[in-house]
């Protein structure tokens, strides 16, 4: 009896122990987030260069506070091959507060999908396109950012001095299978196309407890 019970429970760690080391294959493509420069804004605010959709101007309080935050992304190909991503379709980017629940929407947009018969005409891939060689990083050369509430009095938000999370999810997959399909015998000298959704790191970033504002307002009027 003595005896089962050893083996049983030696099976029993086992598979736990299996368990425990089993961890999800690394993904074949994946977004290298940072910031850039982050500027904030004082009252209300025009609409920032790298949003290219919204309202011309943002009403706000005279004393709320608005983050601009430009974002530097790189396209990381960890597999071996050269890899052509075409134009993205969809990118959600979201923000969490450490000790807060739930996730704020940052930015959710979606573009229009390829011109089919264009693509198959050309003879390689264009600036539309993203060619990452294998085991490289290339450098996304949109513009791209998000436009977060600091300080907005009339809800009790307050952000000053708190640490902020953001995760960015962008869909590829603009090219139909069987395009990709023909598009890799016609390009296959440049690389292999490549569909499906990408993630970004987690990319942390503090809010200072004084954050140095600016009337925002000034840059539309000089424009």
Same mark, same amino acid.
Not at 182 to 195: D, I, P, Q, Y
């Given at each position: 009896m003595k005896a089962a019970s050893f083996v049983f429970l030696l099976a029993v760690c086992s598979v736990m122990t299996l368990a425990q080391n089993v961890v999800d294959p690394p993904a074949d493509v994946t977004i290298g987030m940072s910031?850039?420069?982050?500027?904030?804004?004082l009252g209300p605010y025009p609409r920032p260069r790298f949003l290219f959709q919204g309202p011309r101007t943002t009403q706000r309080g005279p004393d709320d506070i608005t983050l601009w935050l430009p974002l530097k992304l790189q396209y990381e190909n960890h597999r071996v091959d050269t890899i052509i991503l075409p134009a993205w379709i969809h990118t959600l980017t979201q923000m969490t507060v450490p000790g807060q629940n739930g996730a704020t929407v940052l930015r959710n947009a979606r573009n229009d999908g390829m011109d089919v018969k264009r693509v198959m005409a050309m003879s390689g891939p264009d600036a539309q396109f993203s060619i990452v060689a294998g085991g490289k990083n290339t450098w996304y050369t949109g513009l791209e950012g998000v436009v977060i509430p600091v300080l907005e009095r009339s809800s009790g938000l307050d952000l000053r001095g708190k640490t902020i999370q953001i995760v960015m999810t962008r869909d590829f997959r603009s090219l139909e299978p069987e395009l990709v399909k023909?598009?890799?015998?016609? /390009?296959?000298?440049?690389?292999?196309? /490549?569909?499906g959704v990408v993630k970004s790191n987690t990319m942390q970033f503090q809010i200072p407890k004084e954050p140095l504002t600016r009337d925002c307002m000034v840059t539309l009027v000089s424009q």
């Open positions: 910031e850039d420069t982050p500027e904030y804004c023909n598009l890799n015998e016609k /390009w296959k000298a440049f690389g292999t196309s /490549w569909v």
